[in-house]
């Protein structure tokens, strides 16, 4: 039987043979490290952030009792949304487009309301 070595400290293991890592320290510098070389991941960080932030702020803003809601823009603006991201976009029959953080979203209606609504779970 050929010994495995650890990826992050190259020590050879004993245990399981999928054993990937001598213990949780070395497993976490190991992918530590492999999320630091993508020079991209504090953008891509920031921007899940700000969806989450977004999505949040939604939630908080329609009630648990209610499908939809209107509200004026300036609500969201005052708490922090970010209009620029949104996780994906809905066009109903009508043509109107949502724009959605996971499963909250709004359509913007004139004058700069908005109409939040909760993507229903499909059965």
Known sequence: MENKNCLACNKILK???DKKFC????????????????????????????????????ENILPETEELIKIPQQKLLDKGFVF????????????????FCYDYGYLPLENNWLLVVKRKEEK
């Open 84 to 99: 620029k991201y949104h996780t994906h976009t809905y066009k109903n029959k009508k043509e109107q487009v949502y724009f």
């Open 15 to 17: 245990g399981r043979v």
């Open 23 to 58: 213990d949780d320290y070395c497993r976490n510098n190991y992918n530590n490290l492999q999320k630091s070389k993508n020079q991209n991941s504090v953008y891509v960080k920031n921007i899940n952030n700000t969806l989450l932030k977004n999505r949040k702020i939604l």
